[in-house]
């Protein structure tokens, strides 16, 4: 079956490290997304690519990163400049259309120890 | 630019009890809603959403939402809550064409009690 996969599930980091989450799709679909959530703020944009070899921030950028070399994979790294990581993280998918909407995976959640 | 209005973070309802959960949205052309679905500590899924066409829309679990522009709003209602209906509910907005990110409401989470 097509679908998102978003690995690890839960994550715990030390301060000061840097971590990578993991975000793979088959659904060959051009746009990804990931976003932030936590409780009661819903999901905020941090970084989206529309297409390979390119990408956009979003509205929470600073202290992430991420990079599009292939269609399938978007992984999103929070580094240690990122001042408050610990949070539920969205990847997403949308196959180029309005009327779609986004397919989501999973989400990873990040702790930091 | 597009954003939405989810009135009420949490809503509580008793089981077999009608269920609202209000969404209001601007846009400055017209738009593509969407409701999605939250359980804890999973991904969004996609519960129904408004393209064009007819303007009240049927989505899974029972769940509808009527687009009414005039009052620029897209509540959900489902007529009998379930348990299994207790979860986080996200409405969103895209203003279509080439156009297709979606801008999220905040979220409100449904409790149902027995």
């Known amino acids: 079956d097509g679908g998102i996969t978003q690995s690890p599930k839960y994550l715990f980091r030390k301060e000061g490290q840097n971590v990578t989450l993991s975000c793979e799709q088959n659904l060959n679909h051009d746009a990804m997304y990931w976003y932030r959530q936590d409780p009661g703020q819903g999901l905020r944009l941090i970084y989206y690519s529309q297409i390979v070899n390119d990408f956009q921030k979003g509205d929470i950028a600073e202290g992430y990163s991420v990079s599009r070399e292939k269609k399938e994979s978007f992984p999103l790294t929070v580094t240690s400049a990122q001042k408050n990581p610990t949070a539920f993280y969205l990847c997403a998918t949308n196959q180029g259309t309005a009327n779609y909407g986004y397919t989501f995976g999973s989400g990873t959640r990040l702790t930091v120890v | 630019a597009q954003s939405v209005t989810q009135l009420g973070s949490h809503v509580s309802v008793s089981e077999g009890a009608l269920v609202l959960l209000r969404c209001n949205y601007s846009?400055?052309?017209?738009?593509?809603l969407f409701w999605y679905v939250q359980y804890p500590n999973q991904g969004l899924q996609l519960l129904l959403k408004?393209?064009?066409?007819?303007?009240l829309v049927k989505g899974i679990n029972g769940f509808e939402a009527e687009f009414k522009k005039s009052e620029t709003s897209f509540h959900l209602t489902k007529p009998s809550a379930h348990m299994s209906d207790a979860a986080e509910y996200f409405c969103a907005v895209t203003p279509g064409g080439s156009n297709y990110k979606l801008t999220f409401g905040k979220g409100t989470l449904l409790t149902v009690n027995p």
């Open positions: 846009s400055s052309v017209p738009p593509y």
């Open positions: 408004y393209t064009t066409g007819a303007t």
